[in-house]
């Protein structure tokens, strides 16, 4: 599976973005879809993820600010990102579990960067 991300740019805080991520297949049948991002200094955190059934987790620190979401007839998966802060400032990462006869393998899109100014 091959993933690109779009989207990211300079934004002010309390701005919004969103993030596409365009996948080479077809996504309804990927397991989890989700976010990543990864700060200067700090490890890779996972932000926001879906599953093929739809259902959806946001890290605590974007719950109420952030939605992730999935278009399967264009085989894109969205994350909105709203009232952002500085503190969300990062490398976001496109990334897609899939598994094949019973065994997981990870893909990942290459990075988009966020700046969130204050």
């Known amino acids: 599976v091959q993933l690109q991300a779009f989207g990211g740019g300079l934004v002010q805080a309390g701005g919004s973005l969103r993030l596409s991520c365009a996948a080479s297949e077809y996504i309804f049948s990927i397991m989890f879809m989700g976010w990543y991002r990864q700060a200067p200094g700090k490890q890779r955190e996972l932000v926001a993820s879906?599953?093929?059934?739809?259902?959806?987790a946001i890290v605590d620190s974007a719950e109420g600010r952030f939605t992730i979401s999935r278009d399967n007839a264009k085989n894109t998966v969205y994350l909105q990102m709203n009232s952002l802060k500085p503190e969300d400032t990062a490398v976001y990462y496109c990334?897609?579990?899939?598994?094949?006869?019973?065994?997981?393998?990870?893909?990942w899109g290459q990075g988009t960067l966020v700046t969130v100014s204050s």
């Open positions: 879906i599953t093929s059934g739809g259902n959806t």
């Open positions: 990334h897609a579990k899939k598994v094949r006869a019973a065994v997981p393998y990870d893909y």
